[in-house]
């Protein structure tokens, strides 16, 4: 086993909680992530020892509490999709996904391309975690265990976001 390493600290003070983290797949080197709840529709850059590079505002979209960012395909290229998916009581009804394509770190906006809602088949969930596979499939990951109807522990839960969602998502 590795002991951690810490080879730097987010620098940048706007970034309050950075609750996201993906690497740029335009830039070598640089990293993007985005604030939790409460917070403007930012992105923030920086490199791998956190130096703040820059910030980039996302055009269209809304924090409600953004807590997962992933890098995909898509069909302008490269995406960033940031999930507003944070639901800390599992009440929220409907859950959004924001889909831009990938900037670069000077950027000083994005135009969001589409934005999908989501409800999950089995009630709401407090997903923290979002992973986008080769193929542009998204894998949503909730945070903690939930009863179910008959008050048992229901483990942790992975949800599919199949790419052709995005077929019929808001532009």
């Not at 996201?20 to 920086?46: I, K, R």
């Not at 507003?84 to 009804?93: I, L, S, T």
């Amino acid at each position: 086993m590795r002991d951690v390493v810490r080879v730097g600290r987010l620098a940048d003070k706007q970034l309050e909680e950075s609750s996201g983290m993906v690497a740029s797949a335009a830039e070598p080197g640089v990293f993007w992530s985005q604030n939790d709840s409460g917070n403007d529709e930012y992105l923030f850059a920086y490199d791998s020892t956190g130096h703040a590079l820059g910030r980039t505002l996302v055009r269209g979209a809304k924090n409600k509490d953004w807590e997962a960012l992933a890098s995909g395909p898509c069909a302008e290229g490269q995406c960033l999709t940031i999930g507003d998916v944070g639901d800390n009581m599992a009440r929220r009804d409907e859950v959004t996904l924001y889909q831009i394509a990938e900037p670069v770190h000077t950027a000083l906006s994005v135009p969001t391309l589409r934005t999908l809602s989501l409800r999950y088949a089995d009630g709401a969930h407090d997903v923290e975690a979002m992973y986008s596979g080769p193929d542009g499939t998204l894998w949503l990951v909730t945070k903690r265990p939930t009863r179910g109807a008959d008050g048992s522990w229901r483990r942790v839960r992975l949800y599919e976001v199949p790419k052709t969602a995005w077929s019929n998502a808001a532009y």
